[in-house]
T-cell receptor, first 114, second 117 residues
Framework: DAGVIQSPRHEVTEMGQEVTLRCKPI?????LFWYRQTMMRGLELLIY????????DSGMPEDRFSAKMPNASFSTLKIQPSEPRDSAVYFC????????????FGPGTRLTVT | SQKIEQNSEALNIQEGKTATLTCNYT??????LQWYRQDPGRGPVFLLL?????KEKRKERLKVTFDTTLKQSLFHITASQPADSATYLC????????????????FGTGTKLQVIP
């Protein structure tokens, strides 16, 4: 298996632009997580899907952030409009265990908003 | 409020020695505690999971202890090697159960380990 796939790996955009991050989980995994990592705040859970259904989106910072999982093999995280404070590394992770254990992380997308 | 504490200062250790990293928590009663490794520019990698009713877990040169009374987990790497240099994160579940029994896992900020040849 190729592991969790994320694209793009790097994204540089200007403030106000829309950003879409993509994730393909490991085949057969039924839980998917989006995280944001910064030096100041560490790894923060943004949203958690199970069987394509959002279970917890309390970590989504504000309405500018939205996430979808239209099927078991694809998820997107969208930021619109983007702001400089959104600059971070965004990770997608998947798990075959519904209790959010043994998560497999993708390589991350480094987002820079200027 | 719930809090996870890992030593934010880097841990430098001589090759061959045992590295010990600490994860302390407050206002949690986790059923599971996990340890992950993260290398620069990469996503975390799962290493070990220990359950609340387990005192100790081993995997090759790795050993994890879990003391629910002290609210602490220790992560040991024996015979450390330069290749063990990385940031190590602990993760706890919150026991908050969503519909269907799903639990939320929260990560600590990690401790950077540097093994010196």
């Amino acid at each position: 298996d190729a592991g969790v796939i994320q694209s793009p790996r790097h994204e540089v955009t200007e403030m106000g632009q829309e950003v879409t991050l993509r994730c393909k989980p490991i085949s057969g995994h039924n839980s998917l997580f989006w995280y944001r990592q910064t030096m100041m705040r560490g790894l923060e859970l943004l949203i958690y899907f199970n069987n394509n259904v959002p279970i917890d989106d309390s970590g989504m910072p504000e309405d500018r952030f939205s996430a979808k999982m239209p099927n078991a093999s694809f998820s997107t995280l969208k930021i619109q409009p983007s702001e400089p404070r959104d600059s971070a590394v965004y990770f997608c992770a998947s798990s075959s265990m519904g209790l959010a254990l043994e998560q497999y992380f993708g390589p991350g997308t480094r987002l820079t908003v200027t | 409020s719930q809090k996870i504490e890992q030593n934010s200062e880097a841990l430098n250790i001589q090759e061959g020695k045992t590295a010990t990293l600490t994860c302390n928590y407050t206002n949690y009663s986790p059923a599971y505690l996990q340890w992950y490794r993260q290398d620069p520019g990469r996503g975390p990698v799962f290493l070990l999971l220990i359950r609340e009713n387990e005192k100790e877990k081993r995997k090759e040169r790795l050993k994890v202890t879990f003391d629910t009374t002290l609210k602490q987990s220790l992560f040991h790497i024996t015979a450390s090697q330069p290749a063990d240099s990385a940031t190590y994160l602990c993760a706890l579940d919150s026991r908050r159960l969503y519909s269907g029994g799903y639990q939320k896992v929260t990560f600590g900020t990690g401790t950077k380990l540097q093994v010196i040849p």
